[in-house]
């Protein structure tokens, strides 16, 4: 025999307190002589003899109800032979819960995990009778009911069981065993198991609390890979503003050995729209991790495909992981200047020549707040001057979410105050002697990518007459600077846009810019590298509902990545620069993807976007797996057995069911020993009270 709640036995020093209220309250009553009584003190003996004995009796039965209470708290189980003498109930309530986290696509010597776990399903199924209430759920950070029935079918069951597949999401064992039991505590079978078959990730447990105790029996069957390397790809990064052709791109990638004693190496692969365009050897120490930067040029237009992947190990689940670039194709760019604007226009947009921007020109006398509509960027050149109501048209749009690019010219001063917001102190400079030059930078920032060594030397050359010199410019907002310390091209974010400021003055006789070759690939970086910085890009996370926001069209659709089509739900409409007659900035809520891919946003016959959808290969791929009863304690199973990968299952149902827990008969035992005692008391107080009357 043993208990399945033995700090209950405490319990039994209970037995103690019948004795000793026996003990204190017995009344010691004097003799008195009495001479007409004497000859009945024989009489009087006997009597008190029967008395006795009852009282004995009485304090018995008190200490024995006591102490079969306790036993019954304590919850006996009583094994081997002996349990045969207590009947049990024929039919039961059994759960079955079966992970389908991705760590259980595993890869090991006799298959994947997940195949093995199926075959522990089909054992448990064999040792289930058909008057059986079964039920078999299926777990990873949620629970699915895969079969469930008052009245056991084994074939519907192992049909059910079929071509189920691990999933790609991570482990929640407690939640799991929480849904396992509600089903349990529903049935009306007195006895009731639970089995889980699991790999028992250490991530999937969580915090160990405590559970009020519960009544089913739990059979923990571990299922777990042998020792191995396993190298994940935890995360890419990409950079979340919009490339343009010719940009270089660059990932941030991080890799992970979780292998506490063996060094890996092996190729890195990145792809791009199916076609292997970087291979790279990385070699990673025992247990640590590399992050690795990779930087290549993007000719194509449009949203672009990209994947990083490495030699498959063990857990092909986290070998490769899936990202996406936004590469413009053109920038629809307002300019707006008078007749000095000529230089300013070629450099943007050259005659006869494809590239990133699309311009439209705008007389500053005839400008209006309409032109705004449909412009990403506006530029603002020099000749004419902006009105008021012209810098307050250019203010809104640039908080709405907009980029200005100013030239810093004293015809456009006020707007210069206004957009930068510091209230800087601007100097006209004309040079009747000597001249200005750019100062060269440290490093190469991303504004001049496109620009190799020699020639940014050679713009560092660049000789300037005329130039305003400002102060008052936050260093942290200075991109380059003239050689004299004030800036000469500085940033600004203004509500939802930015603004860039340059002290160029685009006409010919300001200096050599305007005719080097270094003019037009300048400006045009200052509207295409140049914005806000934001966090890098990771995609979204399988499970997990994704949120998009962009104008539209038509009602959008999503090809989610499994292929199928859904129409996402509209969390409001808006209209903003840029929006189509009709349309809007439109937040669209995706629902949770469940499985890696991509998922591709349509726009009518347009793609709008597209998002990387990745596994959490932070959660499981480890592989750190808890031992059965260390898992059993942390959630909280307190009558449990574990069946390990060697042990034969079906002996190890067969002891445990072979117990037969007799708390209930201990209780109604009980019951009838202080009914008896009742009994037995008031037949003693009848007595009593008969002998009165007669004496």
């Not at 008195?32 to 006997?46: A, E, G």
């Not at 990673?284 to 994947?307: H, L």
């Not at 760019?333 to 990133?356: R, T």
Request: hydrophobic share 45%.
């Amino acid at each position: 025999m043993n208990f399945l709640n033995p700090l209950f036995l405490l319990s039994l020093l209970a037995v103690a307190v019948p004795l000793l209220i026996h003990i204190f309250s017995r009344r010691r009553v004097p003799e008195v002589p009495f001479s007409t009584l004497r000859f009945l003190r024989r009489s009087d003996r006997r009597s008190m003899k029967r008395v006795n004995l009852r009282r004995l009796l009485l304090l018995l039965l008190r200490m024995l109800g006591v102490m079969l209470v306790a036993l019954a708290f304590a919850r006996p189980v009583m094994r081997g032979g002996l349990a045969a003498l207590f009947p049990v109930a024929g039919s039961k309530a059994v759960c079955i819960l079966l992970d389908r986290s991705y760590s259980m696509r595993v890869e090991a010597d006799e298959g994947q995990v997940f195949s093995q776990a199926a075959v522990r399903v089909r054992q448990v199924v064999d040792h289930l009778g058909k008057q059986d209430e079964v039920a078999l759920l299926l777990f990873d950070e949620s629970q699915e009911t895969l079969y469930g029935s008052e009245r056991f079918d084994r074939d519907v069951l192992l049909g059910s069981l079929g071509e189920i597949v691990p999933s790609w999401r991570g482990t929640d064992l407690r939640e799991a065993v929480s849904a396992g039991r509600a089903f349990l505590r529903k049935s009306r079978h007195e006895t009731k198991e639970l089995f889980i078959i699991s790999d028992f990730q250490r991530s999937g447990i969580g915090r160990r609390t405590r559970v009020p105790a519960h009544p089913e029996r739990a059979f923990l069957v571990p299922v777990r890979p042998g020792p191995g390397a396993n190298v994940s790809i935890e995360t890419v990064l990409t950079p979340r503003a919009a490339l343009h052709g010719g940009e270089v791109a660059r990932l941030s990638i991080l890799l992970r050995n979780n292998a506490e004693h063996k060094k890996a190496r092996f190729p890195l692969e990145i792809m791009i729209d199916g076609s292997r365009i970087i291979e790279k050897e990385i070699e990673i120490p025992p247990g640590g991790t590399r992050e690795e930067s990779v930087g290549f040029p993007v000719e194509k237009t449009g949203w672009i495909e990209g994947k990083v992947r490495k030699r498959s190990d063990r857990l092909p689940a986290d070998d490769e992981r899936y990202f996406t670039l936004r590469v413009r194709e053109k920038m629809n760019v307002l300019l707006i200047s008078g007749d000095k604007g000529f230089y300013l226009e070629q450099a943007l947009c050259p005659g006869g020549v494809e590239g990133d921007i699309s311009l439209r020109r705008k007389d500053w006398a005839d400008f209006t707040s309409a032109d705004l509509d449909r412009a990403e960027a506006v530029v603002l050149g020099p000749g004419g001057g902006a009105l008021r109501r012209d810098a307050g048209f250019i203010e809104r749009f640039v908080r709405s979410g907009g980029k200005a690019l100013v030239f810093v010219l004293p015809e456009l001063e006020p707007l210069v105050r206004l957009l930068g917001g510091a209230s800087p102190r601007i100097e006209f400079r004309l040079m009747e002697t000597g001249f200005l030059t750019i100062e060269k930078p440290h490093g190469r920032p991303d504004l001049l990518l496109p620009f190799n060594a020699a020639d940014i030397d050679a713009l560092v050359r660049v000789k300037f007459r005329r130039a305003a010199a400002v102060t008052g410019v936050p260093a942290e907002a200075v991109l380059l600077r003239f050689d004299t310390g004030t800036p000469f091209i500085w940033e600004k974010s203004l509500g939802s846009g930015h603004v860039v400021f340059t002290a160029i003055d685009p006409v010919p006789e300001a200096g050599g810019l305007t005719l080097s070759p270094y003019f037009l690939p300048l400006v045009q970086q200052l509207l295409l590298a140049t914005g806000p910085e934001l966090p890098p890009d990771e995609g979204a996370v399988v499970g997990n509902a994704v949120t998009w926001e962009g104008p539209f069209t038509a009602e959008p659709l999503c090809r989610m990545p499994g292929g199928e089509m859904l129409k996402p739900r509209m969390d409001g409409v808006r209209r903003g620069k840029g929006s189509h007659p009709g349309g809007g900035e439109r937040t669209l809520l995706i629902p949770p993807p469940e499985s890696p891919g991509f998922i591709t946003i349509i726009d009518g016959q347009n793609v709008a976007g597209r998002v990387a959808v990745n596994i959490d290969s932070r959660k499981e791929s480890d592989l750190d797996c808890l031992g059965g009863e260390e898992a059993a304690d942390s959630l909280g199973l307190e009558n449990f057995l574990v069946i390990e990968e060697g042990d034969n299952l079906a002996a190890g149902i067969a002891t445990a069911r072979e117990g037969r827990e007799i708390s209930v008969l201990l209780i109604l035992a009980a019951i009838a020993v202080f009914v008896l005692e009742l009994v037995i008391a008031q037949r003693k107080h009848d007595a009593a009270e008969e002998s009165r009357d007669v004496g």
